[in-house]
Structures are given as structure tokens and as C-alpha cells.
């Protein structure tokens, strides 16, 4: 099966080696991998901060760069999410409408396309620890992901996966959300520390590295030993 890789801009400019990884999963799940260089964003930030006008011809270049692809596919469910449930809303009436749809339909998270299209569980990766997995706001709520990425998880040779409380609350991050309200934005990530610690994790797992991030950043000001890891390079170890 040929998939096109799609890498977020926090991926592309912070964290390449989880794109890496992320080729290395799909390889290993069986995939022709296709990059296509000349990708850039798929228009989040601008829609999310209002600027639709800025945002369209971005949104507009995403859909020709994956016009030809038959399964898209992003280590993000932000990204996922955005292009599944509002490109339609920001493409409505107009004559790229129908692509936007068709696109849609073609684009994965990584977990979501492993578990749902390619129907595995067991990739083979080894993980020693004990871990509690964050569900991303865009994974969960846009993309309706919840069992796929713990699925794969629990097939993680060495890993103990336990359950924090609140699994589904909101990390705190939320793009600008983070900056505007960062009094709001810290006191929740507190809360999904606490949370975390309590499970006696190791490791703080998730789809989406724009939480990750928000995460790593707080844990570490407070001299947590929690690390995060996104799921993809969790399934990438061990080989």
C-alpha cells in the first residue's frame, strides 16, 4: 500500500526524528512511503486565530500537494482533524469544495490507519517502563481516537500501560490559547501532571506533539522526572 506522509510543522521544526519514525512504523507496517518535499502547513494556525482569508491559499496548496495520494497519512490528530472536519466549512461553496471532501476522507492519523485500515496491533516494539497515555483534544474530539493508539500500546513488549485520571482532559496547550491565557494554560497542565505522576508512569505517551511539547516544557520547570514520548517513536523502539 502506498501512503503519503504529511509532517506537522512542530514535527518538521522541532521533533524530525518522530517523522523518521513514523516512516520507519508505516515500512515496517507493510507501506510505500511518499514524501512530498514541497509540503508546508496545512493552514491550522491562521483558521485557528481567525485569519480564514490567510488561511484558504495555504488549505488550498495542502489539497493540490495531496491531490493524488490515495491515503494521507500525519502524525498528528490535530492536523488530521483540522483537514477532516473544516476544510469543508472553509472550501464550502466553492470549487474546491468536493476535493476538500474527497480529502477528507483520505487522510489519517497514524494510530487511527494502523489500527482501522491496516488492521494491526503488533508491530514488534519493545519498551521497557511503566506509561500513561494523554488523549490529544484533536485526536479524541475531532478524530474520535481512543482505542487505536492503546491498542497498539498494549502490544509494546516491556510496557506497562496504566490509566491516569481524567485521561480526556486538555492538556493546557491549544495554540495561542497557551500564550493568551498561560495562567489558565499552566494550572491545567499541573493537573495533568499531578495526574500522570500519580499512575507511577515513566512516560507520558501521545499522538500529537504540540501537547507533548506544552508537557515537556512544564514538567521539566518543575523538576519532574516524567518524559513524554509520542507514540510514534514508542512504536518505532526496541527493533
Known amino acids: 500500500m502506498r501512503v503519503r ?28 512511503v511518499d514524501y512530498y518535499p514541497e509540503q508546508t502547513c496545512c493552514g491550522q ?9 490567510e488561511a484558504r491559499p495555504v488549505c488550498e496548496k495542502f489539497i493540490q500537494d495531496m491531490a493524488d495520494a490515495e491515503y494521507v497519512v500525519a502524525p ?14 472553509l472550501f464550502e461553496n466553492s470549487a474546491l469544495h468536493n476535493e476538500s471532501r474527497q480529502l477528507g476522507r483520505r487522510i489519517y492519523e497514524l494510530s487511527e490507519f494502523l ?11 519493545r519498551l521497557h517502563g511503566v ?32 490509566e491516569m485520571n481524567d485521561s480526556e482532559s486538555c492538556c493546557g496547550f491549544g495554540g495561542t490559547f497557551a500564550v493568551k491565557f498561560d495562567e489558565i494554560s499552566a494550572a491545567m497542565a499541573h493537573q495533568k501532571m499531578e495526574q500522570a505522576a500519580a ?4 512516560f507520558v505517551i501521545s499522538t500529537d506533539y504540540s501537547c507533548l511539547m506544552h508537557l515537556d516544557g512544564y514538567f521539566k520547570k518543575q523538576g519532574s522526572r516524567l518524559q513524554v514520548m509520542h507514540l510514534a517513536d514508542v512504536l518505532a523502539s526496541g527493533w
Not at 8 to 14: A, H, I, R, S
Not at 17 to 27: D, E, G, I, M, S
Not at 141 to 146: G, Q, T
Not at 199 to 202: G, I, K, N, R, S
Open 131 to 162: 506509561a500513561t497515555y494523554h488523549d490529544a483534544c484533536g485526536a479524541l474530539r475531532e478524530c474520535r481516537i481512543r482505542e487505536a493508539p492503546r491498542r497498539l500500546l498494549a502490544h509494546v513488549q516491556g510496557l506497562e500501560l496504566r
Open 5 to 32: 506522509l504529511f509532517v506537522p510543522c512542530f514535527v518538521d521544526q522541532l521533533f524530525p526524528q518522530t517523522a523518521f519514525n513514523t516512516v520507519k512504523v508505516l515500512r515496517k507496517a507493510g507501506c510505500e
Open 45 to 53: 494556525p491562521a483558521f485557528n486565530a481567525g485569519f480564514w482569508d
Open 76 to 89: 498528528s490528530g490535530s492536523c488530521v482533524g483540522f483537514v477532516r472536519n473544516f476544510y469543508q466549512e
Open 115 to 125: 489500527v482501522d485500515v491496516l488492521q494491526l496491533s503488533d508491530l514488534g516494539a
Open 199 to 202: 499512575t507511577e508512569a515513566q
